[in-house]
């Protein structure tokens, strides 16, 4: 294969030069200055300062716990943020196409559609993994990039190593690696495999394993060729202090993180459980996230009934291969208790 990422950035991209921001110019060395450099509000609260627009700090350490160089590091404002940042970098609108493998995330199709750029769709196999031969003759001169959502939403599994690798190795694209659950799936993340591979990024979140939602942040790990494509057009304040200062002490608060993700896992063990029990319920498939997708006998009667007990599940009937599904999200010991009883409820 041949990889060129000249040939695939858009030209308007390529003849940039990005926003210099007054807090760019002048990076601190630690030593005190007068700033009266960014016509700031000069009374101290906490976040009078415009934050740092390459978030050093929070990369440093992010970098240390994922096993990569900051270099290899871009943050957004959610991963969504960083999905469209890609869009805008690589996909020239009404020229240019993007593929995707649903039953999968719906962002990258309603990127699509905001960037103007043809979403071509190769539905996954009845196992959920990628079709590759399909895949393989559906890409042509003008994809740019194949969206690959593993351990996959809606569906929980995690996708074969084998076949991304075929598709990292045949497509002249970028493979993107949508890793938002990695953290609960016993496969190895695709960061260390980063050197082999100079079309594959991946895409992490502080939303899911992590906690933090709320905050938004979304971590895009390529090489260093390609965080600096996607830097130019990334503006320049896209990460809040406040997120900058909570991610940090979230990411180095390993040991919370750890025992969330570990009581989680028993509760999908012990929610998956359950399910086996429920009359209506006709499979469960085998999750590596912090959800289950399982096929009812009426998905959309099903979810009405538990939103009468209080309980909001996600109903996935719509999707394809997902006909009569719903997606349980992993709660607490006693939101997990409160599903299952209403779901015995109605089992009788
Ligand atoms: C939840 C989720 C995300 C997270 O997006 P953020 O914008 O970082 O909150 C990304 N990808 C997938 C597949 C998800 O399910």
Known sequence: MSFNLDKITRENVKGLSPYSSARDEYVSDGST???????????????NRYPDPQQRGLKAILAEEKGIKEE??????????????????????????????????????????????????????????????????TIDSNSKLLFICSPNNPTGNSLSTKKIEELLNSFNGLVVIDEAYIDFSSEESWTSRLSEFPNLIITQTLSKAYGMAGIRLGICIASAEIIAVVNKIKPPYNVNQLTQEKATLRVLDRDAVKNEVRQILTERVKLEEALKTVSFVEKIYPSD??????????????????????????????????????????????????LINALKTLSN
């Open 33 to 47: 200055m007068v700033f009266l450099d960014a016509n700031e509000n000069p009374f101290e609260n906490g976040v």
């Open 72 to 137: 290899n590091i871009l943050l957004g404002n959610g991963s969504d943020e960083v999905l469209d940042l890609l869009f805008r970098a690589f996909c020239e609108p009404k020229q240019d196409n993007i593929i995707t493998l649903p039953p999968t995330y719906g962002m990258y199709k309603v990127l699509s559609g905001i960037n103007m750029v043809e979403n071509k769709e190769v539905l996954l196999t009845n196992d959920f993994q990628p079709n590759v031969e399909e895949i393989l003759k």
């Open 289 to 338: 996230a912090n959800f289950i997708l399982a096929k009812v006998d009426d998905a959309s009667l099903r979810y009405d009934q538990l939103l009468e007990k209080g309980v909001v599940v996600r109903n996935r009937t719509t999707q394809p291969l997902c006909e009569n599904s719903l997606r349980f999200t992993v709660g607490t010991e006693k939101e997990n208790v409160s």
